[in-house]
């Protein structure tokens, strides 16, 4: 709050309009900052009364990651001439106006919030594996709890292997872009699954049910299409190899499956 009071309005004006294409990878990258809300479905099982919290929890995350990320960019932009050209904007930032200490405190909180976000990932990201498995889908060994700790460990210790590998073989952006790709496919399969359970199940009524859902689901899916549209060819061939890494598995297991029936 403190950054309000030192914006300079003239810092707003622009100067440079960026072509579509700019416009749109940036716009996909944007994904990778703002998304992460919808982490806490991944988690519906361990969850009390799903259908009424998720709903909530869902939202409200979404409104507070928004808001807080506008207002942050509102200070930065308004208090630091060179943003786009800086390595540490928020600090560099915190540094005019609240001097060193103010520079301090963002690195502090930048520590507490990669740490964070780390959390979140692998909270989130080591039951994928275990639910594939629970269904089915996935290598019996990955829905293995520890008996102590109540966690999935093979599955734990998968999805840290992979991120390892990602964190090692591409940099920040590289792995942000993937991160987002990956994420905007999701969010088009959800809107697409919207649409065709409706359709499917139209009697069910005991869910959240959003109005003119199938409006903002169509919007959701051309959007998709739009921000893949954007991504960089090595980045899509990899989330490729990834995805039909998962396909051979889950044929090699339903397969294997049948054979033991």
Same mark, same amino acid.
């Given at each position: 709050?403190?950054?309000?009071?030192?914006?300079?309005?003239?810092?707003?004006?622009i100067k440079h309009i960026p072509d579509f294409s700019s416009f749109s990878s940036t716009v996909l990258l944007l994904v990778f900052a703002f998304g992460g809300f919808e982490s806490v479905l991944v988690n519906s !099982?361990?969850?009390?009364?799903?259908?009424?919290?998720?709903?909530?929890?869902?939202?409200?995350?979404?409104?507070?990651?928004?808001?807080?990320?506008?207002l942050i960019q509102v200070v930065s932009i308004g208090t630091l001439p060179e943003l786009a050209s800086s390595d540490?904007?928020?600090?560099?930032?915190?540094?005019?106006?609240? !001097?060193?200490?103010?520079?301090s405190i963002i690195a502090i909180g930048a520590i507490f919030s990669v740490a964070g976000t780390l959390n979140a990932i692998m909270l989130v990201g080591s039951r994928l594996p275990y639910a594939f498995?629970?269904?089915?889908?996935?290598? !019996?060994?990955?829905?293995?709890?520890?008996?102590?700790?109540?966690?999935?460990?093979?599955?734990?210790?998968?999805?840290?292997?992979i991120t390892i590998i990602v964190s090692l073989n591409y940099s920040f952006l590289s792995a942000a872009s993937l991160s987002a790709i990956t994420r905007v496919m999701i969010y088009g399969i959800v809107c697409t699954t919207l649409i065709l359970l409706r359709k499917k199940n139209p009697e069910q009524a005991n869910f959240y049910k959003l109005k003119? !859902?199938?409006?903002?689901?169509?919007?959701?899916?051309?959007?998709?299409?739009?921000?893949l549209s954007s991504s960089r060819l090595r980045e899509l061939r990899d989330v490729g190899i990834t995805i039909l890494a998962g396909l051979v598995i889950y044929i090699v297991v339903n397969r294997s499956k049948k054979n033991n029936q």
């Open positions: 709050m403190v950054g309000f009071f030192f914006i300079e309005p003239a810092q707003y004006e !099982g361990e969850v009390k009364n799903p259908e009424k919290n998720l709903p909530f929890a869902l939202l409200l995350a979404a409104v507070f990651i928004t808001t807080i990320y506008i540490k904007p928020l600090a560099e930032a915190a540094g005019l106006f609240m !001097g060193k200490s103010g520079a498995s629970e269904e089915k889908q996935f290598p !019996g060994l990955f829905s293995f709890i520890h008996p102590k700790y109540k966690t999935p460990t093979w599955s734990l210790l998968l999805f840290m292997s003119h !859902g199938n409006i903002i689901a169509v919007t959701g899916i051309l959007i998709t299409l739009w921000l």
